[in-house]
């Protein structure tokens, strides 16, 4: 257990509805990451904020996803009008600012989208 | 284009054998090089990590090999045991950078 978990662990929802994934990470690590993997897929990078300000986004990352991690803790990641392929599983991570590029990740939340 | 190639895909390993993944990168710029080992339905741990300064580094049964020149890396697992059966990611990374590339994946099974 790295300390980072995430809420729902799952989600089945149906296309074009929107979903809202939270991470609460290690309350010390100052870097937060959003990661999607699909089956059989290693996890691709989607954004990455440091305290409260959003310093990254993928070209993954299109305009139906927003991130926002208020007060430099806990984070949420938001898909608007869900498509088939958005399902995924979607990971956060966390690293220490100045540490060692460490990340931990969390559990993930599973997305299916019917 | 996948920015850390990884193989083999899936490794059938009898217990107490040794288990062997290879990576390769382009990006000269990388230096971290992470491992991370997966279980279903769980997010990646991190098993262990390598940077170019040192060509090996062992953590118990765990063991990553760094060759810079030929810019790839490996992971050894010695005496395979059932509770090493996951999949297995390489990544890599730029200090300060803001994200990891991880290879494909492989899935390791090691059979009593």
């Known amino acids: 257990d790295t300390g980072v978990s995430q809420d729902p662990r799952h989600k089945i929802t149906k296309r074009g509805q929107n979903v809202t994934f939270r991470c609460d990470p290690i309350s010390e690590h100052n870097r937060l990451y959003w990661y999607r993997q699909t089956l059989g897929q290693g996890p691709e990078f989607l954004t990455y904020f440091q305290n409260e300000a959003q310093l990254e986004k993928s070209r993954l990352l299109s305009d139906r996803f927003s991130a926002e991690r208020p007060k430099g803790s806990f984070s949420t990641l938001e898909i608007q009008r869900t498509e088939q392929g958005d399902s995924a599983m979607y990971l956060c991570?966390?690293?220490?600012?100045?540490?060692?590029?460490?990340?931990?990740f969390g559990p993930g939340t599973r997305l299916t989208v019917l | 284009q996948q920015q850390v190639k990884q193989s083999p895909q899936s490794l059938i390993v009898q217990k107490g054998g040794i288990s062997i993944i290879n990576c390769a990168y382009e990006?000269?710029?990388?230096?971290?090089f992470p491992w991370y080992q997966q279980f279903p339905g769980k997010g990646p741990a991190l098993l262990i990590a390598i940077r170019p300064d040192v060509s090996e580094k062992k953590e118990g049964r765990f063991t990553i090999s760094f060759n810079k020149s030929a810019k790839q890396f490996s992971l050894h697992i010695m005496d395979s045991q059932p509770g090493d059966s996951a999949t297995y990611f390489c990544?890599?990374?730029?200090?300060?950078?803001?994200?990891?590339?991880f290879g494909t994946g492989t899935r390791l099974t090691v059979i009593p």
């Open positions: 990006n000269t710029a990388f230096d971290y």
């Open positions: 991570a966390n690293g220490l600012a100045g540490g060692t590029d460490t990340q931990y």
């Open positions: 990544a890599a990374s730029e200090t300060g950078a803001n994200n990891l590339f």
